[in-house]
């Protein structure tokens, strides 16, 4: 967690830049982009001149309702915005929505967006929610998109993105001491499950996936992807829509004095996709490549890295055999 006074800072002084760079004849997929920082990345990135940009949402009237008003606000022609159906929370739907993309001409910028906070406790993909969600389902469709981003590269000369919206709130995670052999199987149980903590868990999972991955992509020079994530700030969104009590007044107070507009912390969700290799495997926040936390790099943290990509591999692989090939192959 950033110091309080890097927090106040970030949140209430420091100048968030606008994305300039161009997204000219690219080709952007951005999950849960039918509202929040989703759809503020959307519109930034229509503006800057994309070639197709493709709304992922588990409701498309919602996503529809995006792209209106994103056209609306925006000089893009209304071929440009597509709204896709996609739950990650179904592996049918993820499954149906990687075909789909597998037929675009080119995949230039992957935004893994979605993400959920819930205090509600509930079994997906055999493990909490928001480790579902969060990780599982976001890396269910990253890993398999990977060789269509591969193949742009190969075939127009590209670098292209793999960016995932993560949280500064990793560094404030509870990582459980021991959770048996495999921590998706541990937080199945929901006695071991803790409300407060299982989101920023799934942002601490989520960083050492993307350092394990941005290394294997990375491993041949002659790779040009870029994987990398980001901390968008706090900002005003549905993100804690399922808070009640003193938790959501909290909430609210708490926003109205700190928080950034959606509009702002969607700026650095799309300076980290178009960010460039030397944000391979890095984490940016205020619109610059910052530091991971020393828990994260060090011996012991390589170490969670490794098992922590082992463990999602094992879970994605019961779910879409043979995907980590599509890492694998590098
Ligand atoms: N807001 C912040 O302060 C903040 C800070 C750090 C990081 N983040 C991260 O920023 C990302 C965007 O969140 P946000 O703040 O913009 O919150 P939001 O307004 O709640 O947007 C979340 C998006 O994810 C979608 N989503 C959730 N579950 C999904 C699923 N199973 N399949 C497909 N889409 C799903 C939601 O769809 P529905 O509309 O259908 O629910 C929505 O479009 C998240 O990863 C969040 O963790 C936010």
Redesign the pocket.
Known sequence: MPSLGNFFHTQLIAKIPVPTSSFASKTVII????????KEATRHIARLGASKLII????TS?GNSAKLEIEASVNCKPDVIEVWE????SPASVQKFVERANKLPRLDVLIN?????TINYQVVYGTERTLA??NI?TFLLALQLIPKLKETANKYEVTPHLTF?????YDVAKFPENYGDNIFDWYGDESHSNRMNQ?NLS?LILLYAIIKLASIVNSDATNPIVVNTL?????????P?ELHGALKVFMRVFEALF?RT?EE?SRLVVIAASAGKETNGKYMRAGAVQEYAPFITDKAGVEKSNTIWEQLGQRLEKLQPGILQNVNSF
């Not at 992922?56 to 409701?59: G, K, L, Q, S, T």
């Not at 967006?113 to 906070?117: D, L, P, R, S, T």
């Not at 901390?231 to 993100?239: E, H, I």
């Open positions: 999950t849960g982009a039918n509202t929040g920082l989703g992922a949402c588990r409701n919602k996609l739950d990650i929370e967006n979605a993400g959920i906070q969600v969060n389902g919206t993560g949280s500064a709130l989101y942002k901390d968008p700030c706090f900002c005003k969104t549905g993100l829509g928080a959606s912390g």
